[in-house]
């Protein structure tokens, strides 16, 4: 067990003490310094930075932890006071991250996040070594510094090719599904919401569960039981607050999988305080609105048993305020509550999804229109010649209108019938 002073500018310390619980580090001592914003030159201000000193030289602590995001100044000019490794949240995520990857493509995508992460902290170090403040990255001096950075650099290069390879091959995986009849659901929300425990209890499986953060890095597909449709749930990694970009960014193929799904099921915790349920389901909303491009969303209310059944209903309501677009289920992965209610919603949306084939001319209008298409529906093939066929999934209700536009620019549409899904029960769990 690594031991840590943990050093805060406000007293939002629950998630930072989640999070070095996960990652193992126990917490000697909490040091709040309440300000309006950090101090530009050591986080906290000098009167209280010498108060940590002295904590440190009475502790025997292993890190100085920041619940906040660090400059590259910043965390050079700390570490050169406390003679300290100081870790920021964002890098309290990345080891957290670093430790639970498994699979080659969440430790590639941990790899990039934290090379991307580092090399402004390296660039710092150099700059430091080269002015002779400090001895250099790992005390190797300025040149193993330098080292180290172009390494970091001809890496990030390679992995972003990789990761893009990956990203193409999920693509192909999801068209081909998709192609055989599978009604694509994924699994989006905060983590710890519940999201494995339900991708269990609804498929059968035995994926990991755990009351740590980021349990889940690597993408589970599952066929959902106990339903007549070829429905494929998909397991993912979770979000936190100020989730890191670098992260976002190098975790994108996987993130997709949520994205780019026919029904994201937006998990949250409902056994939590009102404040934080709104918190979390915002953080989440926040990542997935921009990306999820009128896709639709079903908010799934999960750990309901910890909740006394008479407010149930209030819950229910409160919960539909904060995304009135959305239907909210409230479920329970321990009991059972409401799991037979998801299922029906998911078929119910399931039943909604159209593939049309269209032809159009290759005119100026008909390329426009596509791309205006690529908004609101997924378009799952296009193949040019000197006309367009299009074949593309999109909703019940749009099908007319769709059909309308089309149409007008003097195109034909083949088909717009039902998915017919064929018996194949093949899905598989990536690695
Ligand atoms: N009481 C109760 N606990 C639950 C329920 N669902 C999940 N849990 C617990 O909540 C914790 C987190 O569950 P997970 O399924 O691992 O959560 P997750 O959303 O997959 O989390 P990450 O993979 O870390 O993003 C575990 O301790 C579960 O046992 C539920 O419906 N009720
Ligand atoms: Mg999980």
Known sequence: MKRAILLSIDDDLDEIRALLRTLEVVIDKEIVQKRGGPHRKTYLGSGKVEEVQREIE??????VIVNGDLKPSQHHALEMLF??????????????FANHAHAKEAKDQV????MRYELPFLREWIHKAKKGERPGFLSGGAYATEVYYEHARSQIGRIERSLNVNSKQREVRRTMRRKRGYF??????????GKSALLNVLSGSQNMVDDRLFSTLSTTTRRL???KRNVLLTDTVGFISKLPPDLVKAFNSTLEEI??????LLVVDVSEPFDMIRKKLKTSLNVLIPRQHGREMIIVGNKIDRVS????RELRERVKELHPISEVILTSA?????????????????????????????????LSLISALHDSTDIEETKMSDHIELVLRCRTSEVQKLTGKIETIGGTVLTSDEVVPDNDPACESPP
């Open 259 to 264: 994205f780019l799904a026919d029904l994201i």
């Open 309 to 312: 059944s008479d407010s149930h």
């Open 225 to 227: 039981n106990k339903s």
């Open 111 to 114: 790899a990039l996040a934290t």
């Open 83 to 96: 003679q300290k490794e100081c870790v920021d949240r964002v890098g309290v995520i990345l080891r957290i």
């Open 184 to 193: 694509l659901v994924s699994f989006a929300g905060y983590t710890n919401a």
């Open 58 to 63: 009475s502790l025997d602590v292993d890190y």
């Open 334 to 366: 321990i009991d059972r509550t409401g799991l037979a209610e998801l299922v029906s919603v998911i078929e119910t949306s399931e039943n909604r999804s159209c593939v049309m084939v269209a032809i159009l001319p290759m005119t100026d209008s008909a």
